[in-house]
């Protein structure tokens, strides 16, 4: 009974600093790894044809062809044009922002740009990466990506169509 208690007391121990660090929401750094910092939006893999997906660089044409608002059908293009993750240690907060350019092909409306903008909390743990946003609008990130070296992973969407993609930052 006495060797149960100390293996159990030295398990409790042993997990005091993990339970610690995810109450305080702060990010959990693994092997050293560095985490915190800028990241630019760099590549977006693209599955074209239903193939394997390749990286497409930043800025990056997403869609050209019509759509229809309120019963008039436009040409448009919809482009990505840029886009940055920061990852702060203090808090374990991130801050994402993606900036997409809409322009009617035949001059029917001015191109119109817009940046939009996710911010919440991050952990971080063997590689993989978690985020959870603030109350607000739906996350534009996916719970989930992977850091290797400099490179971020992250599921997204796009807000006109919703159209998820992969994101590939660098810092």
């Given amino acids: 009974m006495i060797r149960f208690l100390r293996s159990a007391r030295a398990a409790a121990l042993l997990l005091l600093p993990l339970v610690a660090a995810c109450d305080q929401g702060l990010p959990t750094v693994t092997g050293g790894t560095n985490v915190e910092g800028s990241y630019i ?3 977006v893999l693209v599955a074209q044809g239903g193939g394997t997906p390749s990286r497409q660089p930043v800025p990056l044409l997403l869609y050209q062809g ?12 919809y482009e990505l044009l840029s886009g940055a993750l920061n990852l702060a240690r203090a808090g374990g907060t991130y801050s994402f922002t993606a900036t997409y350019r809409i ?11 817009r940046t939009v903008a996710e911010a919440g909390t991050y952990l971080f743990v063997n590689g993989q990466i978690g985020f ?15 850091l290797a070296g400099s490179e971020l992973t992250v599921q997204s969407r796009e807000p006109l169509f919703g159209t ?8």
């Fill in 66 to 77: 019509p759509l229809t608002v309120n019963g008039t059908t436009f040409t448009i293009r």
């Fill in 164 to 171: 998820p993609g992969t994101y590939v930052f660098r810092r």
């Fill in 132 to 146: 959870t946003p603030a109350p607000g609008p739906e996350p534009l990130l996916s719970p989930g990506g992977t």
């Fill in 41 to 43: 939006l760099s590549s």
């Fill in 103 to 113: 322009t009617e092909v035949n001059g029917a409306f001015a191109p119109d740009s």
